[in-house]
Structures are given as structure tokens and as C-alpha cells.
């Protein structure tokens, strides 16, 4: 097998692994990198210009993996892009939100080949959707070759696949992007058993270990508590969250709560794409029943969009629950300029509940626990840091151990790191040449054709 990883800036990136299997050639993710822009976010297409691509597969629908998927369905117009049920509905929609996003930072930023692609596109690429289920396998011929192609849940976001090839009784499994453990909305990974030749592993969390008093269950309780707190001091409570999966989670976690007693009856306040996604989110759950999640809380808990005018430094006119895109309080976004309103306030809260990249506004404010103010770049207003500023671990990630003990069980010949920075890497790379020493482990150099 012949593999090139496309993610030419390394680190988590923007996903994309061609691979040839006989005749076979088959693009797994096609990514755009989250912190870059314009031509510079896209992986190394020009390393496969030359291939015609057989079978394109999206493994699930955040923007590092589906991002540039249009411009590859283009140059493959015939090349069916087989991904889970729940992506066919997705895909399209993050897309559209894509396009919208690239124009604002065309406008902002200068970049004159922004968007990458238009609507049209979108349109090309979600006529070459092929929605498979889960553990189905569905063979595919070129010649007198075969390839067969079996989708497995991953846990991490809904429509989140792990991918399974058996090419001549081998077995080539993509983790993609993977939680073990359940969320509220979702059930965890259930990923291939039994032994596998090439395993394309995952490393995201892997620069941290595993701390053993916490579990996902765990860190829930204490977000409720903590939420529960600001609430009873008369605060209002800030949770950003990622529109894609996390607001969905966060909604059932808090109507829970109520409906338990643990969380006191006040108003709710979401904004963002996620609140469009959530029709979607309920559309998939009738339509396959992968998700637990009903629209109907949303109505009983009366949940209000954001209407009124925030002003930094100016408390908010209604107390209560704001969960608001983005997760990592980018700048312009609801979760940035509601922060500005409330993080002056000492009865507010803050409640980060997923990753906060440190060169975000969210990584920033939660870099010194010992600040006494943020500054708020896209407004020109420096706050003094009054109200609480907490994290909790809802990752959407499995943490390493649990890897390395998958990756050990299948008793891969090979196993290629991906989807992680350096120490993450490198700390998979030690692990597993010393659980596996019979394995090889590779870190592929970007763009570097391997035979594995
Ligand atoms: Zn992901
Ligand atoms: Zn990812």
C-alpha cells in the first residue's frame, strides 16, 4: 500500500490521506486548516495531481477534515464520496457556513482568493454524497480489482466514522477522530476488533496523560455544580461552546439537570450556527436514530435567541444561561462580545467546556488564572477579570491511554500517527515501539510517499 499524508503543515492540520491499494486510488478527508487562511489552509494537493481519484471518504464533518472537500470532488467528478448517514445531511450545511466565513475574512483580512469555492461547488460535491451505514461493508470494483469500504462509529461528533478498508485480506483501518467514552447526545466508539495491518491512528491529547479521577461523567457533574453556583449568586453563566455537536450536548446536560433539581429554573440564551444545526441535529435522530436529541427541549426550556445589544463592560439585562458559539471565544463571535459584557461582573461566570487553542481568545483569558484584566483586541476594551473563569474537560477526544491500548490490541503491522502535534506524536511514538516492538510506527513526513 502506498500512502502520502497531504496535511502539509503537520500538527492537527488539515486532514487528508491519499492512498493507492492496487489500482485503487482513494483520498480519505480533504481538511482546511483551522489556523490558516486562503491557499494556505488547504493540504498539499499538488503531491496527487496527477492521480485520478476512485473513492473520496469524509470521515466526519468538522471544517479540518471536510473543508476543501469541494475542490476535490471537483477535479474527481465521477469518484463517490461514501461517508456515514448523518454526514450527508451535514456536510452541505458547514460548507455553506464555510463559504460565508472565508468571504468575511476575504473582506477583512484582503485575501483576494477567498472563498476557495462557492456555492456551486457545494452543490457538485453534494451530488457525489453516497451515505453508507455504520458496519455495512459495500464492495467496490475497478477492473479486477475489489476494494472493500466498512464505516464504523467513532463516538467524537455525530456521522463521525472511523474507516475500515479490507483490500486481499488486509485490513487498513483510519481511526479518524475518535471519544471511547458516551456523551449525552451520543454514543461512544465502536471501532473494529480483532487484528489489523495498517492502523492510521489519531494522537490529538496525546501530550497529556490520563488523570484518574476524572471521567467525562465527572467533569459534567462539576459543570452543573458550577453553573448552579453563578446562577444561585445571582450571575449569569457564559458557556461557549462548538456549534457542531457541543451545544447540542450542553442543551440536553442542562435540561437534564433541571428536570433533576439541580439546575435553578432561569432563561436560556443560545446564538450561532449551532442553533441551526440543531434542527439538523433532530432531523438525523428521526431519520436514523444515531442521536439523542429531541427539539422538543429546546421548547420547554424556552430557550431565547440573543436579541439585545451588548456593550462591553455593560452587564447583560437578563440573568441567566448563555451558551453561545464559538467554543474558543473567537473574536466577533456571540461567546466574544457577551464575555466583554460579563466578565467585569462579580457574580458572572465563564465556563469553558472544550479545547482552547492558546492563541485564541479563549486560550488567552485562560492562560493566567491570575490576570486582572483581558483585552478584548477586536473591541479596543480592556476588562478587569472579575467574574469566576473555570474549564472542564468535555473533549471530544480520547485520551491517550485509550489509544495506545487500541492500537495495541489490533497488533497492527504498522501503525501511522496523525492529527496531533509534535509531543503528542512523540509520545505515541515511545509508547508503541515499546508495546509493540515488533511493529513499525511511522510519523509520515508530509507529502513523503511511503510503501507501508
Ligand atoms: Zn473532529
Ligand atoms: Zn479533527
Redesign the pocket.
Known sequence: MELIDLNRHGG?GA?CHFIRLGDFNILVDSGLHPKMMGKDALPEHAAIADRTIDLIILTHC?L??LGSMPLMAARNPHAPIITSLPNTFLAPRMLRNSVNVMKRQREEHGIPELPLFHHREIAIFSRQLYGQRFERGEIHTKGKDQVEVILHPAGHVIGAAAVELIYKHRRIVFSG?ILFEAQRTLPGAHLPTGKIDTLVLETTRGAKARCPETTRATEVDRLVNSISAILERGGSCLIPVFALGRMQELFKVIYEARNFGRLPRCPIFAAGLGMDLCNYFDKIRKKTRLIDFDLQMLERMRVKPLEFNLRPGRDLPQKGIYLLSSGMMVEHTPSYKTAAALLPHPKNGVCFVGYNDPDTPGGQLLADPEASHFYFDALEYRAPIRASVEQFDLSGHANREELADYAVQSEARAVVLT?GDTEARNWFCEELKERMPESKVLDPTPGERYTV
Do not use: L, P
Open positions: 492537527i486532514n468538522h479540518d477534515h477522530d492529527h
